[in-house]
């Protein structure tokens, strides 16, 4: 894994998990942790990280950080909308959680 797969890497994991530890991503990642400070150093520039040190210490995303928000169209919303209403309860939900994650904010049933 070079340099750029490792960073692409850690911004993945922080994205699902929401925080680490740098020592756990050094691990996972079979480098050192001056390394893993070195590119945590390096992501600051283009994401919003947040450090915390000393016990229960850890990178983290910013809160308000939503890297997939806004990925579909306003078109692609209104169709997934449109779509749920012909499946079940569980099918909805699932097309909401879609839509909640990878939409705008406000969209709410196909506007």
Request: aromatic share 6%; hydrophobic share 35%.
């Amino acid at each position: 894994m070079n340099t750029y797969e490792r960073r692409a890497e850690i911004i993945r994991i922080l994205t699902i998990r929401k925080r680490e530890t740098m020592g756990r991503l050094a691990d996972e990642l079979g480098v050192s942790d001056r390394t893993i400070r070195n590119d945590i150093t390096v992501l600051t520039a283009e994401y919003p990280l947040e450090t915390a040190r000393g016990n229960g210490g850890c990178v983290k995303l910013a809160e308000w950080y939503h890297p997939h928000r806004n990925l579909l169209t306003q078109e692609e919303q209104r169709v997934l909308s449109r779509l749920a209403a012909f499946g079940d309860v569980h099918d909805q939900r699932v097309v909401s959680n879609m839509l909640a994650a990878y939409g705008s904010q406000n969209t709410q049933n196909g506007r």
